[in-house]
Structure formats: structure tokens, C-alpha cells
């Protein structure tokens, strides 16, 4: 310890850096025993500048976000390494110490800002803790402030908004008050963990342009994690990539994505491309639902009069923001919620409203898979059963062919045969979706319902899941429901689109028609909000969508 | 180890950039409760230990007594001696005898109870968090009935008009015990029947039986084997105060409850005799909730921080 300290000292720090990480090591302890998670990082940061780390889950980049602060989480410790803030170096310091340093000049902003609030108080009030606590300035200027950077952070409602409670108001105005509370005491450093990952693609733009407009207002330094390249594309000026806790790559942002170096890199920008061929609509509908109104209460209408059809052997990709009803049209299929009204036809003949009401054989052709590998498989069943249990139900399976037919849907889905004795918390997160789509083909299905299936996983193993769908569409020729609020794997896998917005079907038509211009209002909004991989784009589509507006209040204003 | 490090290697290949292989290390279960038990905090060892004897001694209580359990061997009240080792009570039977037996008839009569409260609560509560609706309504409407009643007094009313037997007295501490049950397991079986993996089980056609049983139950079973410590503790105490009350377990069964009632009177002449059976149920309770201490630290994931 004490000699690789000596070693980093002689590396002496680069003038200017307002935050220089160097040869830091981190360990996580997991089955009692201590795994390296961060393998020798080095990490500088000047003033003003916004560093984007990248890298799928499991890389470490959140576990440096936080060793910025020198912090470590409860089951993680800094083993090596100095972290040098303005020339302090924060893994010697004590914890007093660090929180007298760090409180008021390093702040923080979580993913989940919903889960970051305390629902009990108003957002104002847990505002002005940090700068009462640190002494930065006194309740009443505190208050001022904090109005001001509400109007910077273009919340609606700047005077007022501060006194409801966190959910009142909504998620991306919740992430941009938690941006505002980061920044109330002016801090040198904020670092981000994936602040909009969890948020709609209209929403997420408003709140990355909004934290890109006051990080460069006040000059503030910035470690911006997230695993979406078109997002730090936007944000960063520099990008650091990393894998297994390891830097793979560094460079200028415009360096990087014009020409990344590493073949790791490589493939993570190849990710973006993949694109499914348009087919024709085939032999006749699979799934026809008429008309259908649907709700959880009489009152509340969450689905009005919707019709799609789904061809046999081809995707329909439903897509629209949370709160469009999509998922809800997922329980309407699936019989979990009988429909207020209207009528769901499968293979000629109409299908009973209630799950009550379907034949085994009905439930065995109509399957589903879920968003979230984590919750869709019993954690206390091993992979043998959960595949074996709708084989024994639907076909009869025992013993021996039983067994068979499961290896063979391991080899299906690409997974070794003996991952059949695993329980689902050892499996990986990409391994665990393809056990949910191989217990949805495991008998044979017609139609599938996916549901986001792939927005819980990193862009590259969504990329093998989205390419597995792909092939056994070819192979069984089975039918996809897919329901999505990423355009980008609309793209990939569609063959015809369906719009929703409010529980109500805005447009919908073949893949090429709906993605060629011109668009409906509500589906450009969409296609336009999807980050692309351009370093000015974000700026480019701000200032377009400031001059429409100009425009159009100049032509109300002449008429 | 080095073969599954190999096949996740071929794994990797097929997926692209898929995760670093996972590190597995699979131990039977007896393996890893040696290694937990290894492990345990002072205070969880004590107690199993003294679990292990307690029940060591209810299951040879015949070979370990020196006498009868209810034969009369000796005048009444005799004192401690080589003979009688803790003397004699009221009637002159062998208190160490009565005190090794005792064990065999407490403890086996609260084990059988818990299990039966435990059947009925537990299978209530995990149907009335999968059904909801007018189900839960009533289950749980009825059970808030049962629990406005001190239990204590409930029994002894109950206990009064049917009559004391064991078969009784099981049966009414069960019940009245099981609202407990049902009010844990419901709560914790409804953050499981809401998970996707139970929606996935009912769309494909599983029945109520397999969904109760297979999706939800091994998914709260910890809480409820902590709660069954507890529980076990809370009956074997009722049962030994019923026993003092004069309306549990009848003589000349030995009890550790009844034979702290029978011998009372010694305590005025400073004679700790009585206090025996009282002390014997006191240790097995803290031993009890010492392991369950310990089991519900490790299921519920808290960590020692430092």
C-alpha cells in the first residue's frame, strides 16, 4: 500500500486538474470473498469540463463515479490509489474531513431521482439542507436561489414548484429539482449516474438540456455515467470507455465517434445499426383486436377504441411514451384485463375476454415475455424447472424427452446445456431474458407479447436478445407483439408500427411509411427526440425546435 | 470451477460481449449451513445448543429420567440429595423426573401446535394475498375479530366450555395463534403475487394449488421460519400458563407450567425448587429467539456494519 502510494506521488498531478484519479483500485466483496471491481483507473478532470464514462453494467463506471467523492458503497473498498480533489487527496482523509471538503464542492445526482427524494418533505425544504448544513448561505437566500435555478432549469412554475412534494411533480421535473439541489451550493464537481435512464425519450431531452445548459453556466466540472453513447455524445467533451472495471478507450468526444480505436468500442457504436428488412404483411391475420376500450375502474378510460392487426409471422412494435396504454393492451390480449368494450379475435375465432374463460391450448398459443427478466422468474426455481413446468402443462413432457426438449431450447437460445441446474440470481441479466423467451417457445406459441423486453438490459445484450427474436421469428414462424418506447428497436425488428399517445392509437402503418416523412405531429416529436450520435445534435434540434416555436407564436401574432 | 469458467467462455463467444463469467461455487446444503453455523455469533451457538438439548432430552426423556414420570417414589417435599437430586414435589415424585419429562410433554405439545397454526395461517394468508378481493376482505376481517380478544382470555373461555384435553387445547391455541400467521404471511405473500413471474405462471394456465405452493410460498419462507421460532416461544408459553391456570395440560402429565403452580408454596420457605421449570422455560425461550435473531439477520440480507 504504502509503496504504490510513493509510486502515484512521483506521477506527480497535471496542472489545472480540478480532480485527478490515479491507479485506483476498488474491491466489492460478494460470496465472502473480495473481487477486484476497479482495475487502476485513471481519471483526470479540469475545470469546467464534462467527462463521459461509459461501459456497460458491470463495468465499474458508477463505482468511480462515486470513489470521486471517496466514497466507497457499504460492501466495496478503495484498496489502492489516490483521489486527489484541488489537491487533497480524499482516500486518506476521514470521513469528518471528507464531508467538510466534499459536502458544498462535489454533489451528486442519482438515477432515480424518485427514490433519491424523501417523499415526506417538499421539495423546497430538503433544497436548502445542504446549504444550511454547510454553512454555504442562510435559509431565506437559500429559498432565492433556488427559484433562480428552477427558471434555469426551465421547471414550469419556478416561484411555487419548490413547495409541492416530490410527487406532485413529474419525473423529469423531479430529476432537473434534483439537478437544481446538486447545484445549490455551487459545487466544483457534479458527477451524474445515468440521470435520465429511466425516463421517456421526450422527456430525457428536456432534462439533458437543461443539465447541459446550467453545467455550462456556472462553469462546473462534470462526470456524466450513463451506458447510452448518444446521450454522452451530447454531454461530453471527453469520453472515457470502460469494461470489467478497466479503461479501454479515452479520446475527445468528436475524436470518438468518429473513429474509435477499440475493437470493443467499435462494436458498441456498431450496436445502433441493426436493422430489420420490411416484410410483406403475409398470409393473414393471427390477432385481430376490434375496437376495444379498456380500464381499471368504469371511470377511467386507459385504452379507447383500439385496432391493430398482427399478421402471422411478422412484428408489430407498439410504441408510445409511459402512460400511453401500451402494456395495458398487453393485459387486454392476454386476458388479465377483460375489455370494457370491442372484441379480440385470435386465428378466425374470438377469444373469451377473461383468462378464465381460454382453453389450455389457447394459453399455450398466445405467450408472453416480460420487461424485467429480475421479477418474471421465480428466484427459487432452478432453470430445469422453470422450463420443464409449461412442458409437462402444455405437451405432456416427462423424464427423459422432457429433459431433451429443454437442452434443446438451451441450445435454442444460445445457452449452454448446463446452465439447466442454475438458479435464476446466477444467471447474468442478458442469460436470464433468453430463459424467459425460451420458456415463451417452449411450447409452441403463435403470438408472443414482448414487452420492453429489452429496456432493462445494455445496449450490446439487447443487441443479442433483439437478433435472437429476430431468428426465431424465421425459424418458428411466430408472431411478435412488441411493445416498446425505444424507436431504435423499432427500427431493428418492426415490420409494422403502431403510435399510441393517451390510450388512443395516433398512427400506424408499415415500418418504411411510418419512419419516412412526412410524419404525424406526436410520431416526429418521437423519431426527433431519439439522441443521435452527432456531438451538436442536441443543440442543433434545441435551437430548431426554439425557431418553430418563434415562428409560430409570430404567426399568431400576425393574425 | 475450471469447467464452468470454459463454458461461460463459449458462452461469450456466441453472445458477442457478453458479462465476465460469473464465479459459481455450488455447496450442498448441508456444506453451507456447516459454513453459516461456522460463522454464527456466540449468542446464536448457545442457543442452538441449547435447542439440541432440550430436545435431545424431550426425545430420550425414558433412558435419562432416574424414575417414573408420575409414580410416587418418596415423601412429599424432600429436599435436594443424592437420592432425589432436586428432591420431591407436593404428591413425592421425582422433581428431576418430572423435569425431563416435562420437556417431552411442553415442547412436543407446542411443536405440534405451531405446525398446525402455522398450516392454517400460513395457507389462509398466501390464498387471501393471490385472491384479494372479497377473499382477503373476509379472512382478513374475521382474523381482526379473533385478535380484538385477549388471547389468554379467549382460551380459558373456550378451554371452559369444551372442556380440557389435549386435543383441545392444541387445537384452540392453534387457531387462535394461526391469526398471527395469517396476518405475517399475507403481508409478505402479496409483494411476491404482484411479481411477474406469478402473472406468468396464471397466463399459462397454472392452477390456484401450484401458484400457492410452487411460486409463492419459497419465496417467503424465510420470514416465516423466523416467525416460527417466535411463534413457538409465544405458544410454549401459553400452553405452560394455561397448565398454571389449572385448565392446560392435567395431571398427573408433568408440566413444567403446572409444576411451578403445584410447587408455589415452597418459594415462602426459601426453597428454589419451583423456580426450575420456570427457569427451564425462560432459557429455552431466550435460546429460541437468539437462533431466530441470527436466522432473520442472515435471510433478511442486513449486513454488520462496522
Wanted: proline residues 5%; glycine residues 8%.
Amino acid at each position: 500500500m504504502s509503496l504504490s502510494k510513493q509510486a502515484v506521488d512521483r506521477r506527480s498531478s497535471t496542472p489545472g486538474a480540478l480532480l485527478e484519479i490515479l491507479g485506483l483500485r476498488i474491491e466489492g466483496q460478494s460470496d465472502e470473498a473480495w473481487h477486484e471491481i476497479v482495475k487502476g483507473v485513471d481519471l483526470t478532470l479540469r475545470r469546467g469540463e464534462v467527462l463521459g464514462l461509459i461501459g456497460e453494467s458491470g463495468a465499474g463506471k458508477s463505482t468511480i463515479g462515486l470513489a470521486a467523492m471517496g466514497y466507497a458503497r457499504p460492501g466495496c473498498r478503495i484498496t489502492a490509489g489516490s483521489i486527489r480533489f484541488d489537491s487533497v487527496n480524499l482516500a486518506d482523509v476521514s470521513e469528518a474531513e471528507r464531508r467538510k471538503i466534499c459536502g458544498a464542492r462535489i454533489a451528486y445526482v442519482a438515477q432515480s431521482a424518485a427514490a433519491s427524494f424523501n417523499p415526506a418533505h417538499r421539495i423546497i425544504d430538503q433544497y436548502v439542507e445542504a446549504p444550511l448544513q454547510h454553512g454555504v448561505m442562510g435559509k431565506a437566500e437559500a429559498k432565492r436561489t433556488a427559484v433562480d435555478l428552477f427558471r434555469r432549469l426551465r421547471l414550469p412554475d419556478a416561484e411555487h414548484i419548490g413547495f409541492r412534494y416530490p410527487h406532485q411533480v413529474s419525473g423529469g421535473q423531479l430529476q432537473r429539482a434534483m439537478t437544481a439541489m446538486a447545484m445549490a451550493c455551487r459545487p466544483d464537481l457534479i458527477i451524474f449516474d445515468e440521470p435520465t435512464t429511466a425516463l421517456d425519450v421526450t422527456t430525457q431531452i428536456e432534462v439533458l438540456a437543461a443539465i447541459k445548459d446550467i453545467v455550462h453556466q456556472f462553469n462546473t466540472a462534470a462526470i456524466y455515467i450513463t451506458h447510452d453513447l448518444a446521450v454522452v455524445a451530447q454531454m461530453a467533451d471527453r469520453v472515457m470507455v470502460l469494461r470489467y472495471g478497466e479503461l479501454v478507450e479515452e479520446a475527445p468526444t468528436g475524436v470518438m465517434l468518429t473513429k474509435p480505436q477499440h475493437a470493443y468500442t467499435k462494436s458498441l457504436w456498431a450496436v445502433r445499426s441493426l436493422r430489420k428488412e420490411e416484410e410483406e404483411p403475409g398470409e393473414g391475420a393471427l390477432l385481430s383486436v376490434h375496437g376495444v376500450n379498456a380500464g381499471y375502474r368504469a371511470a377511467v378510460k386507459v385504452l379507447q377504441d383500439i385496432s391493430i392487426e398482427v399478421p402471422r409471422g411478422r412484428t408489430v412494435a407498439v410504441v408510445g411514451e409511459s402512460g400511453s396504454g401500451k402494456s395495458t393492451l398487453a393485459r387486454v390480449i392476454t386476458g388479465l384485463l377483460p375489455p370494457l368494450k370491442g372484441q379480440i379475435v385470435f386465428d378466425g375465432k374470438p377469444l373469451p375476454p377473461a383468462l378464465k374463460g381460454r382453453s389450455k391450448d389457447m394459453l399455450r398459443r398466445l405467450q408472453m415475455i416480460y420487461q424485467s427478466p429480475d421479477t418474471a422468474l421465480n428466484p427459487r426455481r432452478r432453470v430445469r424447472d422453470i422450463l420443464g413446468r409449461p412442458l409437462q402443462l402444455h405437451s405432456g413432457l416427462t423424464g427423459k424427452a422432457r429433459e431433451r426438449r429443454i437442452v434443446e431450447l438451451l441450445e435454442m437460445i444460445e445457452l449452454d446445456q448446463h446452465f439447466i441446474d442454475r438458479l435464476p440470481g446466477e444467471l447474468s441479466g442478458g442469460q436470464k431474458q433468453r430463459i424467459c423467451i425460451a420458456r415463451a417457445v417452449a411450447v409452441e406459441p403463435e403470438l408472443i407479447i414482448c414487452d420492453e423486453v429489452t429496456s432493462a438490459l445494455d445496449q450490446i445484450i439487447a443487441e443479442g436478445i433483439l437478433k435472437l427474436l429476430l431468428r426465431l421469428q424465421k425459424e418458428l414462424n411466430v408472431s411478435y407483439l412488441y411493445i416498446t418506447h425505444d424507436l431504435a428497436t423499432v427500427k431493428a425488428i418492426a415490420d409494422w408500427i403502431v403510435v399510441m399517445r393517451d390510450g388512443r392509437i395516433v398512427q400506424q402503418g408499415a415500418k418504411g411509411q411510418v419512419l419516412t416523412p412526412p410524419h404525424h405531429p406526436y410520431t416526429d416529436l418521437l423519431l426527433s427526440s431519439v439522441p443521435e450520435m452527432a456531438t451538436g445534435w442536441l443543440d442543433n434540434l434545441m435551437a430548431e425546435r426554439a425557431a418553430r416555436k418563434a415562428q409560430q407564436l409570430l404567426k399568431s401574432a400576425d393574425q | 470451477m475450471t469447467t464452468s469458467l470454459n463454458r461461460d467462455a463459449n458462452l461469450v463467444e456466441d453472445v458477442g460481449f457478453a458479462e465476465p463469467p460469473p464465479k459459481l461455487a455450488h455447496y450442498t446444503w448441508l456444506q453451507s449451513a456447516w459454513r453459516e453455523l461456522r460463522r454464527a455469533p456466540l449468542t446464536a451457538r448457545f442457543g442452538l445448543i441449547v435447542i439440541l438439548l432440550y430436545i435431545l432430552t424431550a426425545l430420550f426423556a425414558p433412558l435419562i429420567a432416574p424414575y417414573p414420570e408420575t409414580e410416587i417414589v418418596g415423601g412429599a417435599y424432600e429436599g435436594w440429595g443424592k437420592q432425589f437430586i432436586l428432591g420431591t414435589d407436593q404428591l413425592g415424585r421425582d422433581m428431576l423426573s418430572r423435569l425431563i419429562y416435562g420437556a417431552r410433554n411442553t415442547i412436543g405439545i407446542a411443536f405440534v401446535t405451531t405446525m398446525l397454526a402455522f398450516l392454517l395461517g400460513g395457507a389462509l394468508g398466501i390464498l387471501a394475498s393471490v385472491l384479494r378481493g372479497w377473499v382477503d376482505e373476509v379472512l382478513g376481517r374475521f382474523v381482526d375479530v379473533l385478535m380484538a380478544i385477549p388471547q389468554l382470555i379467549f382460551a380459558l373461555v373456550l378451554l371452559s366450555i369444551v372442556g380440557t384435553s389435549v386435543v383441545n387445547l392444541v387445537l384452540i391455541i392453534a387457531v387462535l395463534d394461526s391469526t398471527r400467521v395469517f396476518r405475517l404471511s399475507r403481508a409478505v405473500a402479496v409483494n411476491v403475487a404482484v411479481m411477474d413471474f406469478v402473472e406468468a405462471a396464471r397466463l399459462q394456465g397454472e392452477k390456484l394449488g401450484w401458484i400457492m405452493s410452487r411460486e409463492i410460498l419459497p419465496n417467503i419462507l424465510p420470514p416465516l421460519v423466523a416467525e416460527f421460532g417466535l411463534r413457538f416461544c409465544f405458544v410454549f408459553l401459553t400452553v405452560s400458563a394455561l397448565s398454571f391456570l389449572g385448565v392446560g395440560m392435567q395431571p398427573p402429565t408433568a408440566d413444567w407450567g403446572s409444576m411451578v403452580r403445584e410447587n408455589a408454596t415452597l418459594i415462602t420457605y426459601g426453597d428454589i425448587t419451583p423456580l426450575l421449570p420456570a427457569g427451564a422455560i425462560a432459557l429455552l425461550t431466550v435460546a429460541v429467539n437468539f437462533v431466530v435473531d441470527w436466522f432473520l439477520h442472515k435471510t433478511s440480507g442486513l449486513r454488520n456494519e462496522p
